[in-house]
Each structure stands twice: as C-alpha cells, then as structure tokens.
C-alpha cells in the first residue's frame, strides 16, 4: 500500500507562486509513476503533471508555469507553481502508480485577481 499527503495550498494573488509537497510512506516513491491532477466542484478531475523516472509531462493550460519534480531520498514529489492564475483555483491531488491506483486527500489552491 502506498499513503500520499500532500500539502503546500494556499491562497495567493494572481502571478504569485506556490510549491505544493506529496510525500509517500509505504512504498518506495522512485518506483512509481507520480502525478498531479486538480479538481474543481462540478467539474472533472483534470491532468495537471507526471513524472516517470526523469521524464515530466504537462497539461497544456500550465506549461511553462508549473514544474514537476521529484526527490527520491525523501519519497517527496513536488509542483512549483509559478504565474498563477485565478482560473488554477482547484483542489490539487497527488497520484500514484502506473494507473493511478493510489490518491491523496488533496490540498486546495486558491488564486485571486
């Protein structure tokens, strides 16, 4: 079993910045595929990024503004995010796993213009 928590939401002003943490027990984090995904009440869960092994992808709507990265030694896989705009306001989630079998409880981001 893997348990994500992430934390590291806020509110922020439009065209600040945030650096949202989800750190994994329960398995070695550098053997899974790990993402980030967002979602908005009444609206889908949305891809934000992944990252497998050393190579990232990213959604559209935040490339070049947001940047994935991970730390193995601390089982930690993080989201820079930079130019925040008030349409970014979602909870974020992190995920887990080749299908994404595993999720956190998600920390809310909240972006004011």
């Known amino acids: 079993q893997v348990q994500l928590v992430e934390s590291g939401g806020g509110s922020v002003q439009a065209g600040g910045s945030l650096r949202l943490s989800c750190t994994a027990s329960?398995?070695?984090?550098?053997?899974?595929?790990m993402g980030w995904f967002r979602q908005v009440p009444g609206k889908e869960r949305e891809f934000v990024a992944a990252?497998?092994?050393?190579?990232?992808d990213y959604a559209d709507s935040v490339k070049g503004r947001f940047t994935i990265s991970r730390d193995n030694a601390k089982n930690t896989v993080y989201l820079q995010m930079n130019s925040l705009k008030p349409e970014d306001t979602a909870v974020y989630l992190c995920?887990?796993?080749?299908?994404?079998?595993?999720w956190g409880q998600g920390t809310q981001v909240i972006v004011s213009s």
């Open positions: 329960g398995r070695i984090l550098s053997r899974y595929a």
């Open positions: 995920a887990a796993g080749t299908t994404w079998d595993y």
């Open positions: 990252i497998r092994k050393s190579a990232s």
